[in-house]
């Protein structure tokens, strides 16, 4: 979808768009009429004109789009002023094309645009998919950051420490997963610590007594693993734990 109120840009863009083969399927010139046609076609990009008629410039008309159907946006513009750019950074832009529009560099941006928002719907989609696993499993998992900080808590996990996700997240992993020594009753380092400390393989069937938030106790078993990249470097850690007779 197009959106310029110069209607000789308007038509170029247009041209161009035909030549390198993508489907026009609206065109329009004020912000006003962007939210409403984006909202009614979803189109898979939008081009923008920053500046354009009517009380919505166009990165308003951006956000709003972005805020409503999350489609990517391509900025049209001739002001590369810096106040300009921060406000087109906040509405997430997939791009920042400068007028006079060049054929070959508009139909770059748009292929780097439209990778780029499939590559984060698939990521999505597999964030989707993790957290409806870890919800379904039966065993507690709590994942933290290479620091210890805690990215995620699943039910069971929320269940056995007495945290919610949403306070949990943040917060210092050994604060949320509090456990002692089972012979002595002396506060424990979780196998979270040497993973992160040590770089260790997965450790796995240690025994602890996990204290809740509220003080109340549980023995459970312990596992963890560290999570790598290509690399070899910790980018962090997943603990899994479960209540087992005492």
């Known amino acids: 979808m197009v959106v310029e109120d110069n ?22 010139i004020t912000g006003e009429e962007a ?41 049209l513009t001739a002001n590369d002023d810096q106040e300009t750019i921060a406000r087109a950074s906040l509405t997430e832009a997939y791009g920042y094309l400068h007028k006079p529009v060049r054929e070959r560099e508009l139909d770059s941006t748009i292929q780097i645009a439209l990778n780029k928002h499939e590559s984060e719907l698939r990521l999505e989609e597999n964030e989707k998919w993790l957290q409806t696993t870890l919800r379904c499993i039966a065993d507690a998992v709590i994942a933290a950051d290479s620091m210890g900080c805690v990215k995620l808590l699943n039910p069971a996990a929320e269940t056995l420490t007495g945290w919610k996700q949403e306070e949990a997240i943040g ?31 997965p450790l796995t069937g240690r025994t602890r007594i996990l204290v809740a938030r509220d003080g109340t106790e549980a023995t459970v078993e312990e596992s963890a693993a560290p999570i790598v990249n290509d690399s070899g470097h910790i980018l962090g850690v997943v603990l899994i734990f479960r209540r087992i007779a005492s």
């Not at 209607?7 to 065109?27: N, R, S, W």
């Not at 046609?37 to 939008?46: E, I, N, Y």
């Open 7 to 28: 209607p000789v840009i308007a038509e170029m863009v247009q041209h161009f768009l035909t030549k390198c083969d993508y489907a026009i399927v609206g065109a329009v």
């Open 35 to 75: 939210v409403e046609l984006a909202s009614q076609l979803k189109p898979d990009l939008v081009l923008m004109d920053v500046e354009l008629a009517g009380k919505m410039d166009g990165i308003e008309a951006a956000g709003s789009i972005w805020n409503q159907s999350r489609i990517p946006v391509v900025y």
């Open 171 to 201: 917060q210092d992993l050994l604060d949320v997963f509090k456990v002692l020594d089972c012979d002595t009753r002396r506060p424990a380092e979780c196998a979270v610590v040497q993973v992160i400390r040590d770089g260790a393989a």
